[in-house]
């Protein structure tokens, strides 16, 4: 196995190992691979912490930063943001994603980035430090703030760069998926039925 910088003659195959590792996980279809798409070309991207994982000339997995923004009540300031993270599935529950994780995030730190947030699995990410951000009197934007969300992690480096000022963070842009643009995206893809399966986000 092998962990390199990803480079564009990677983008296809990357982006359609994200369209299948997500494709009906989370919504019918799926938005990931067209963000990762988008991410390359948005002043967001973090391009030095985009990372892939080979097994032989085979993409098995990828993992990408980009910059959001934590908005207090008078001033705002960047936020570096892991993902997505996707592992193909044939080699899913084998450790990739960690190793992806825990190389990064050791790069991360390297370049003083203060702290990643993330959104996902707290099961998950806790296991490589990331703690719930409203212990930081941080919460995600469109969330409760008078209650935790495990899913809205942070792992800080440097924890004097925490006010713990009441902050929203805010996703980049590039987070936001036009359904149409994605659909005439998804053309050059092999077709997927997209379908609507319990778990899934508001099902």
Do not use: C
Request: aromatic share 14%.
């Amino acid at each position: 196995m092998k962990i390199r910088l990803e480079e564009e003659k990677d983008y296809f195959e990357v982006e359609n190992l994200n369209r299948n590792a997500f494709w009906n996980i989370y919504r019918p279809g799926a938005y990931e691979h067209f963000i990762v798409h988008n991410l390359r070309i948005d002043d967001s991207y973090i391009k030095n912490l985009a990372y892939i994982i080979e097994d032989g000339d085979k993409i098995i997995g990828n993992i990408n930063y980009s910059v959001g923004r934590i908005d207090y009540e008078n001033s705002s300031e960047d936020a570096v943001v892991l993902g997505p993270l996707a592992i193909d599935n044939s080699y899913q529950k084998q450790g990739f994603g960690s190793e992806l994780i825990e190389y990064t995030l050791k790069l991360a730190e390297k370049e003083d980035i203060p702290f990643v947030i993330v959104i996902g699995d707290e099961n998950y990410y806790s296991r490589f430090g990331f703690e719930s951000a409203s212990k930081y009197n941080i919460y995600l934007k469109g969330t409760e703030m008078d209650e935790e969300n495990p899913f809205f992690m942070i792992k800080i480096f440097d924890e004097t760069k925490i006010s713990g000022e009441l902050g929203i963070f805010h996703n980049p842009d590039v987070f936001d998926v036009d359904e149409n643009e994605l659909d005439e995206f998804d053309r050059q893809f092999e077709f997927k039925e997209k379908l609507i399966l319990e778990g899934q986000l508001g099902v």
